[in-house]
């Protein structure tokens, strides 16, 4: 009997994952293709605010979680033994179905994701991922030094969520001399994926030969120019260049921005005089313009400038958080470059902010936390200027390379 239809990209682990469940419940879930960048509309936001996958659109219930769409297959069968006989076994399964999601599938989303392509590449990010998902496989593999399965002597619902959270760990990053690293574990996912429902919906389980590494993206084509030029700077893939392809967004929250005091300072003007003017020109209409009540001046500086390498991967840094402020676009202004010369360079610049403080829109960025925003108070403007010129003029010492967030 099928409990509904499970919409997802194909070969998606936490499909497999509800899948299994049902299978060892004798149920099934019926799947179908769905494309993250097509097919979400408004009336799939409609259903799954998430706006992720996988979720059910079953007889009963609509879910997402992939979790809750296994448990509901188990649940079908009062007493399933694969939820725990007793309630120590019940809450150890509910402890390995929440460890898999939070220290397993979590860290190694942040692991993969930018190796991958998917979100900006910040090595600190990345290598505390690593970190994270090495903590939670010393934490498995001493547990399972003299276990066959994680909750009492079969396979339960704690086996699935674990071994399924792992699928992509061994098949893209888990080299053999990692697998020997955490020999339980790695023992305990080879018995477990060797079952006859796993083996159904994972397939033959390739195990990683080369892990996945990071390659830096081409050196992005300059504009024709001076390089101390930033107003001939081409323009940043702005989200309009996808609008045909993007999918229908959920409707925005309103920003808190949105309700402060207005401003005579009109961000968009500065922007356009930013972009069609010299330097120069630029600045005296900034400082003749600016609203130190409605707006807020921060150096920037990115805090891990000794582990920089080459120039055009530091602009590429930048790049990737700017990508990350998207929803700061209306807010804030800025010019962030990089100086120095290959292996020996940094990331600084200045932000233009509505409000007085870094709002949610800027903080929620995911590379927020590498760089120190450093608020420049109205005194301290006179001193500055200089300096802020030549940070938006790209006129500053060493000037390599640089990115404007406009
Ligand atoms: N906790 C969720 C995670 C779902 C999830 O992260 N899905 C990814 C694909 S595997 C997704 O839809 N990402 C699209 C997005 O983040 O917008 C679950 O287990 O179902």
Known sequence: MTLGTILSYPNNPRTAKSKIAAAYNGLT?????????????????????????????????????????GYYALAQKENSPLLGTSPVE?????????????????????????LMGYSPYMK?????AIDKVKRAMDALNKVLVD???????????????????????????????????????TRYFNTVIGKKHFKEHLGQVQLCETPLKYVPPKKEKKAAGPATTPKKEKKAAAPADDAEEAPKPPPK???????????????????RMYSNNDPDVAMKWFWEHHDPEGYSLWKVDYKYNDELTLVFMSNN?????????????????????????????????????????????????????????????????????????KYMAWENEGFADGKIFK
């Open 29 to 69: 879930f019926d799947e179908k293709s769905f494309d993250l960048m097509k097919d979400r509309d408004a009336a799939f936001y409609q259903k799954f605010p998430m706006g992720k996958v996988p979720v059910l659109e079953g007889g009963e219930v609509d879910l997402f979680e992939s979790n809750a769409i």
């Open 90 to 114: 019940k809450a150890l399964v509910i402890q390995w179905m929440l460890f898999a999601d939070n220290e397993i599938s979590a860290n190694l989303s942040a692991w993969m994701s930018p």
């Open 124 to 128: 600190p990010n990345v290598d505390s």
């Open 147 to 185: 276990k066959t399965y994680l909750v009492g002597e079969d396979i339960t619902y704690a086996d699935i969520c674990v071994v399924t959270s792992m699928v992509f760990a061994y098949k893209l990053l888990f080299d053999k001399e990692m697998r020997s690293q955490y020999k339980n574990v």
């Open 253 to 271: 929250p309103k920003s808190k921005l949105d309700l402060l005091p207005p401003s005579p300072f009109i961000m968009d003007e500065w922007k």
């Open 317 to 389: 840094l930048i790049g990737g958080f700017f990508a990350r402020l998207e929803m700061a676009r209306k807010y804030a202004f800025g010019s962030l470059v990089v100086c120095g010369k290959n292996n020996d360079n940094t990331i600084s610049g200045y932000f233009l902010i509505r409000g007085q403080e870094v709002p949610f829109e800027v903080y929620d960025a995911a590379d927020f936390g590498s760089y120190n925003f450093t608020k420049i108070e109205p005194s301290q403007y006179e001193e500055k200027k200089d300096e802020i010129y």
